[in-house]
């Protein structure tokens, strides 16, 4: 059974940093692109982040250069380094892997930028 389990949402004021976490099970995750993805309410869920079996990144224009996507395939997580947090990041942040033709969800963790 595949599992995927974030952690490290919470609330952050504008300009600070967070640091979100996703352990992987059931999969072999070394071999898996990992990524993050947000929902906003009312609004579509979105790519933040995907990163590569082999260590390439991608971002959209909207996170490149604050956020940053990292993985440690020995403790099976990916990581996203989330600095200068704008209000606009507030939503609801999951993460994605694609094993062979399958993509898997977590539950998710809120992050919510907000003085």
């Known amino acids: 059974q595949v599992q995927l389990v974030e952690s490290g949402g919470g609330l952050v004021q504008p300009g600070g940093s967070l640091r979100l976490a996703c352990a992987a099970s059931?999969?072999?995750?070394?071999?898996?692109?990992m990524g993050w993805y947000r929902q906003a309410p009312g609004k579509q869920r979105e790519l933040v982040a995907t990163?590569?079996?082999?260590?390439?990144?991608n971002y959209p224009d909207s996170v490149k250069g604050r956020f940053t996507i990292s993985r440690d395939n020995a403790k099976n997580t990916v990581y996203l380094q989330m600095n200068s947090l704008k209000p606009e990041d507030t939503a609801a942040y999951y993460c994605?892997?694609?094993?062979?033709?399958?993509?898997?969800w977590g539950q998710g963790t809120q992050v919510t930028v907000s003085s």
């Open positions: 994605n892997a694609h094993s062979g033709v399958n993509d898997y």
């Open positions: 059931g999969i072999t995750f070394r071999f898996a692109i």
């Open positions: 990163i590569t079996f082999g260590g390439i990144t």
